[in-house]
């Protein structure tokens, strides 16, 4: 069975950071790219950042780009988001996802963890 459980997500004020892990099962961790989305009340699910399985490639949304850093431990099964310079903007519930290699769509979600950014 494949787990994608999340921690992390809280209430902080703008300008704070968070850290932000998904721990994954049920699949071979390794061979998998690894995404966050995130979905603010109101709006569709948006992609944040992913990290190929050899660690050599990180993609970023622009809206996070110098503020958000994605990494991976395959020892532990392990994605992380650290978010520095938050915004009222990045409010939302952040989503874990794995994706296959060679597929178009992400196979697995999380459950999400919500972030939530006062000003």
């Known amino acids: 069975q494949v787990q994608l459980v ?3 997500g809280g209430l902080v004020q703008a300008g704070d950071s968070l850290r932000l892990s998904c721990a994954a099962s049920g699949i071979p961790f390794s061979t998998y790219r690894m995404g966050w989305f995130r979905q603010a009340p109101g709006k569709e699910r948006e992609f944040v950042a992913s990290i190929r ?11 996070v780009k ?3 850093s994605i990494s991976r431990d395959n020892g532990l099964n392990m ?3 650290q978010m520095n310079s938050l915004k009222a903007e990045d409010t939302a519930v952040y989503f874990c996802a794995a994706k296959n290699y060679g597929r178009q769509e992400y196979d697995y979600w999380g459950q999400g963890t919500q972030v939530t950014v006062s000003s």
Do not use: P, Q
Not at 53 to 63: G, K, V
């Open 6 to 8: 999340e921690s992390g």
């Open 53 to 63: 399985r050899s660690d050599s490639t990180l993609l970023y949304a622009d809206s």
């Open 66 to 68: 110098g503020r958000f």
């Open 79 to 81: 994605v992380y988001l």
